[in-house]
């Protein structure tokens, strides 16, 4: 999804993780989101934001299982130990991709991204767009909200804009 | 023992030591005389009229008169505690569920109070009902305004951990759990602290009141423990109720299950009503 700053991206990602106040439907493999409680659709539609919070002191307090988070924290780049860091020790772009760790695994169905990759350097970008499109392949699905047009040309299957407060297709 | 009448000259004479502090505030140039001066006649002019009230309710033992004070008394208290957050919830859940906690909470433990303690003939006797009411209340609203506060400041500055955990699918319950546990640690402080210092550091007011009317001081001791119980039951049943309730229970808006807690901006730096919404970003949702 692009748009330029301001234009309501993250509202719309928001509001579909029903975060903010909103009108209308959304659904996920045709369920709709009234269907469902609160929890469970937040549990299947997950908003990752571009800066994530944190409420425990370790890092791996914010897994269920930390073992079973291994593998894919490694694929991101950073060690196993940094389970017993503690938050504050990690940097920006630790954390934005531990936050993304995070989402994975508790298995959502559907992940909504606010610039997942804004506090990565080009390596770290790479191994993100990768493990993102892993997930898209194995049957997840995702919203992207971007702002680098090349990053687009490398992940993106459809585009849609939001230009004058509303949501157009963008081809080309 | 005798009761000792106290005339109107002994109070002016006791009076002096408050004229005192204002000759200390003029020489210091603290500016506290007219705040001290306002607060003493506020003082003065409200107790001698609720001795009037009292006098008058005693006399008539009216279950509406009575009950009509007491709902006064909780709109007064709920009015406090809506005064002193500094971050309110907006429209009329600011003033009704403070209110709404306290009349619960003071409700049940006077009558509880009454119909199995005091055995008072009727129940509903002014003479104790509205004393008891008084204390309970007072304390009641000590311990929810502090609960609010707590939790209201504590939601908006963890607002970026209780939405990361509301986006991870987990609970109301669960993602607010740590604010509202350390909203009602606050609220149920000052009767912790007050129980364990009794005795020791302080003789409470209620005892030394009997005990200078000349009732056996191990009686007004054991009215003083009674009263005590009731103080802690209705501290932690109203901070509870209003704790749990702010996540649980406020108004909703939109698809009817978000924006559970709508923390307005401290009162002194508004937003403006005809901001965008998006712009009142102090939304926790739910």
Same mark, same amino acid.
């Given at each position: 999804m692009a748009g330029p700053s301001g234009s309501g991206k993250t509202l719309l990602l928001r509001a579909i993780a029903d975060l903010d106040p909103t009108a209308g439907t959304v659904k996920v493999d045709g369920n709709e989101r009234k269907g469902m409680t609160v929890p469970r659709w937040r549990g299947l539609v997950m908003y990752v934001p571009a800066v994530s919070g944190w409420w425990h002191t370790a890092v791996s307090q914010h897994f269920a299982d930390w073992g079973s988070a291994v593998p894919l924290i490694e694929s991101l780049r950073l060690p196993p130990a940094c389970g017993a860091w503690p938050v504050s020790r990690l940097s920006t772009g630790e954390q934005q991709r531990l936050a993304l760790a995070r989402a994975i695994c508790r298995g959502p169905r559907v992940l909504l991204l606010d610039e997942p990759t804004s506090a990565l350097d080009t390596p770290d970008t790479k191994t993100v767009e990768r493990l993102i499109e892993e997930f898209r392949s194995s049957g997840g699905g995702v919203v992207w909200v971007y702002h680098d047009a090349a990053q687009r040309q490398r992940v993106s299957h459809r585009t849609l804009a939001i230009v004058g407060g509303s949501l157009r297709e963008q081809t080309g | 023992m005798t009761y000792i009448e106290i005339g109107f000259g002994e109070l002016a004479l006791a009076s002096i030591l408050v004229v005192l502090n204002g000759l200390l505030s003029l020489v210091l140039r603290l500016r506290l005389e007219q705040q001290l001066a306002i607060a003493t006649i506020r003082m003065i002019v409200q107790l001698l009229? @609720?001795?009037?009230?009292?006098?008058?309710?005693?006399?008539?033992?009216?279950?509406?008169? +009575?009950?009509?004070?007491?709902? $006064?008394?909780?709109?007064?208290?709920?009015?406090? %505690?809506?005064?002193?957050?500094?971050?309110?919830?907006?429209?009329?859940?600011?003033?009704?569920? /403070?209110? /709404?906690?306290?009349? %619960?909470?003071? #409700?049940?433990?006077?009558?509880? $109070? *009454? +119909? #199995?303690?005091?055995?008072?003939?009727?129940?509903?006797?002014?003479?104790?009902?509205?004393?008891?009411?008084?204390?309970?209340?007072?304390? #009641?609203?000590?311990?929810?305004? *502090?609960?609010?506060?707590?939790?209201?400041?504590?939601? $908006?500055?963890?607002?970026?951990?209780?939405?990361?955990?509301?986006?991870?699918?987990? +609970?109301? +319950?669960?993602?607010?759990?740590?604010?509202?546990?350390?909203?009602?640690?606050?609220?149920?402080?000052?009767?912790?602290?007050?129980?364990?210092? #009794?005795?020791?550091?302080?003789?409470?007011?209620?005892?030394?009141?009997? %005990? *200078?009317? /000349?009732?056996?001081?191990?009686?007004?001791?054991?009215?003083?423990?009674? %009263?005590?119980?009731?103080?802690?039951?209705?501290?932690?049943?109203?901070?509870?109720?209003?704790?749990?309730?702010?996540?649980?229970?406020?108004?909703?808006?939109?698809? /009817?299950?978000?924006?559970? @807690?709508?923390?307005?901006?401290?009162?002194?730096?508004? &937003?403006?009503?005809?901001?965008?919404?998006?712009?009142?970003?102090?939304?926790?949702? &739910?």
């Amino acid at each position: 999804m692009a748009g330029p700053s301001g234009s309501g991206k993250t509202l719309l990602l928001r509001a579909i993780a029903d975060l903010d106040p909103t009108a209308g439907t959304v659904k996920v493999d045709g369920n709709e989101r009234k269907g469902m409680t609160v929890p469970r659709w937040r549990g299947l539609v997950m908003y990752v934001p571009a800066v994530s919070g944190w409420w425990h002191t370790a890092v791996s307090q914010h897994f269920a299982d930390w073992g079973s988070a291994v593998p894919l924290i490694e694929s991101l780049r950073l060690p196993p130990a940094c389970g017993a860091w503690p938050v504050s020790r990690l940097s920006t772009g630790e954390q934005q991709r531990l936050a993304l760790a995070r989402a994975i695994c508790r298995g959502p169905r559907v992940l909504l991204l606010d610039e997942p990759t804004s506090a990565l350097d080009t390596p770290d970008t790479k191994t993100v767009e990768r493990l993102i499109e892993e997930f898209r392949s194995s049957g997840g699905g995702v919203v992207w909200v971007y702002h680098d047009a090349a990053q687009r040309q490398r992940v993106s299957h459809r585009t849609l804009a939001i230009v004058g407060g509303s949501l157009r297709e963008q081809t080309g | 023992m005798t009761y000792i009448e106290i005339g109107f000259g002994e109070l002016a004479l006791a009076s002096i030591l408050v004229v005192l502090n204002g000759l200390l505030s003029l020489v210091l140039r603290l500016r506290l005389e007219q705040q001290l001066a306002i607060a003493t006649i506020r003082m003065i002019v409200q107790l001698l009229l @609720v001795g009037l009230v009292l006098k008058t309710l005693f006399a008539l033992v009216s279950p509406l008169w +009575t009950g009509t004070t007491a709902v $006064a008394m909780v709109l007064f208290a709920g009015c406090e %505690i809506s005064a002193r957050q500094d971050r309110r919830l907006t429209g009329l859940w600011s003033y009704g569920l /403070g209110t /709404g906690c306290m009349l %619960i909470a003071a #409700t049940l433990i006077t009558v509880f $109070a *009454l +119909t #199995t303690q005091f055995n008072s003939e009727p129940w509903y006797h002014p003479r104790y009902a509205l004393p008891i009411l008084g204390m309970v209340l007072g304390n #009641t609203m000590t311990g929810i305004s *502090l609960g609010l506060h707590t939790f209201t400041t504590g939601a $908006a500055r963890e607002r970026n951990a209780i939405e990361a955990r509301l986006a991870l699918g987990e +609970t109301r +319950t669960v993602a607010f759990r740590p604010v509202t546990q350390l909203a009602l640690k606050t609220a149920l402080m000052p009767i912790i602290n007050s129980m364990a210092a #009794t005795g020791l550091v302080s003789l409470p007011g209620m005892m030394t009141g009997q %005990i *200078l009317a /000349g009732a056996d001081p191990v009686s007004a001791v054991k009215y003083q423990i009674l %009263i005590m119980f009731l103080i802690a039951g209705g501290t932690g049943l109203g901070a509870l109720a209003a704790v749990m309730g702010l996540p649980t229970g406020s108004p909703t808006t939109g698809t /009817g299950c978000v924006l559970t @807690v709508s923390l307005c901006q401290p009162s002194s730096r508004r &937003v403006h009503p005809d901001l965008s919404w998006c712009r009142r970003r102090e939304v926790c949702p &739910v």
